[in-house]
């Protein structure tokens, strides 16, 4: 099993400040994907990221890819409330089977 | 084009039944995987099915399983349903292997 452990697991921030999400595995993945999840819907995908040490940003949120591609991370600058909800980071295996990770979920206070 | 939909999207079931779950791909999505999510053991992969064919699967029960048919609509069916089979069920397409997959809004499953 190819585990994805996120951190922290839980986050609790006052609108504009800033914060970086984790994910770890000690598996090598040919590619990551970011998704946000709100309640009852399902994840939309955020970004995909290939390339060990590949940066990549979408508007305020940046993606980092490990240079050994076990891990990544998001960086959020001056988050919003509309930010808020579950992220979850997913690895793929070869392209053919994805391994989620445990989550976190980002709550902005405003 | 229209999205990942998955019907019904909330359904009650007492323990012992069994149900189908029903999801249709991105058109000219091929692949259809199907999770399930619960707090506790977050999202989970059941299996994928690409062309009709199943080509992986999670650790799961015999008691969960799907098709696909040939326009690569998707149904999952769990049968003699558990009070741990509550969850949300969601399926996610992509064009083939190797591809960004896409989500649907999720079955919500009480099993009572």
């Known amino acids: 099993t190819q585990l994805l452990e996120q951190s922290p697991q839980f986050l609790s921030i006052q609108e504009g400040e800033n914060l970086t999400v984790y994910c770890n595995s000690s598996?090598?993945?040919?590619?990551l994907q970011w998704y946000r999840q709100e309640p009852g819907e399902g994840p939309v995908l955020l970004v995909t990221?290939?390339?060990?040490?590949e940066v990549k940003k979408l508007k305020r949120l940046t993606f980092q890819f490990g240079d050994a591609r076990k891990d990544s991370s998001l960086h959020i600058t001056a988050a919003q409330t509309g930010d808020t909800g579950l992220y979850l980071c997913?690895?793929?295996?070869?392209?053919?089977?994805?391994?989620f990770g445990t989550g976190t979920s980002l709550t902005v206070i405003p | 084009k229209a999205g990942v939909t998955q019907t019904p999207r909330y359904l009650i079931k007492t323990r012992g039944q069994q149900v189908t779950l029903s999801c249709s791909p991105i058109s000219g999505h091929r692949s259809v995987s199907w999770y399930q999510q619960t707090p506790g053991q977050g999202l989970q992969f059941l299996f994928e099915?690409?062309?009709?064919?199943?080509?992986n699967k999670g650790n799961f029960p015999g008691r969960f399983s799907g098709r696909q048919f040939s326009n690569s609509r998707s149904e999952m069916n769990v049968s003699t349903l558990e009070l741990g089979d509550s969850a949300l069920y969601l399926c996610a397409s992509r064009e083939g292997q190797g591809d960004e997959q896409y989500f649907g809004p999720g079955t919500r499953l009480t099993v009572t």
């Open positions: 997913a690895g793929a295996e070869g392209g053919n089977q994805f391994y």
């Open positions: 990221v290939v390339t060990g040490g």
């Open positions: 598996s090598v993945f040919s590619s």
């Open positions: 099915y690409f062309s009709e064919t199943q080509r």
